[in-house]
């Protein structure tokens, strides 16, 4: 069964140092996004991307995050200066199509700890 | 702005009885509703969805109600089995509510044997 995969599963990172988490979405799907949850809280939005380009980004998401498609397959985000506040699990995921009635495949998640 | 709402963060029940998980949304764009379980250090797998032209989505041991008028829905799990001890989230999109899925803040069900 296809399945998004992400790496590394854990980062550990010196405040102000840039981290790059990456992402391998189904193959065929087209709408790419990341999420990140803090640990004890929700599921947040960060950013969703299509046909190469930024289609909605979140509050959270501000210029030290960018997002990348490389080449075929991956599916890069990068955070360029880390915060303390930036430790949390970082999930891919990929849909087909739209949000709209189509359910999102999740990555086993990044865990970024910033020191 | 959390507009969607998951007000129990825990929920223990016995082996064999019925889980209920309720989610609360507040967009009436909202149209498309999904139910994730996630286990510790592994990303959420979906579980179940439901739209708005539907009130009641069955698929195996799960069961998704939805009212509209309520803007509720949840997720009942019978019988419960230990091995669906995990976090659920619910998630809802909308045409017109952007491209992301807005998630709840969880329930972590725990079933007792």
């Known amino acids: 069964e296809p399945e998004v995969t992400q790496t590394p599963s854990h980062q550990v990172t010196q405040m102000g140092q840039e981290v790059i988490l990456r992402c391998v979405p189904i193959s065929n799907h087209l709408y790419f996004y990341w999420y990140r949850q803090i640990l004890g809280q929700k599921v947040e939005f960060l950013v969703s991307f299509y046909n190469n380009e930024i289609s909605e980004k979140s509050e959270i998401f501000d210029d030290q995050f960018s997002v990348e498609r490389p080449d075929g397959s991956n599916f890069t985000l990068k955070i360029r200066s880390t915060k303390l506040e930036d430790s949390a699990m970082y999930f891919c995921?990929?849909?087909?199509?739209?949000?709209?009635?189509?359910?999102?495949?999740f990555g086993p998640g990044t865990r970024l700890t910033v020191l | 702005d959390q507009q969607v709402k998951q007000n129990s963060p825990s929920l223990s029940v016995q082996e064999g009885r019925i889980s209920i998980l309720n989610c609360d949304y507040t967009n009436s764009m909202f149209d498309y509703f999904l139910w994730y379980k996630k286990y510790p250090a592994e990303g959420p797998t979906f579980l179940i969805s439901i739209s708005s032209i539907k009130d009641k989505n069955e698929d195996g041991r799960f069961t998704v109600f939805l009212n509209k008028s309520a803007k509720h829905l949840s997720l009942h799990i019978v019988p419960s089995q230990p091995g669906d001890s995990a976090v659920y989230f619910c998630a809802a999109s909308g045409p017109l509510t952007g491209n992301q899925f807005y998630f709840g803040t969880g329930t972590s069900l725990t079933v007792i044997p």
């Open positions: 995921a990929s849909t087909i199509g739209s949000v709209s009635y189509n359910e999102q495949f």
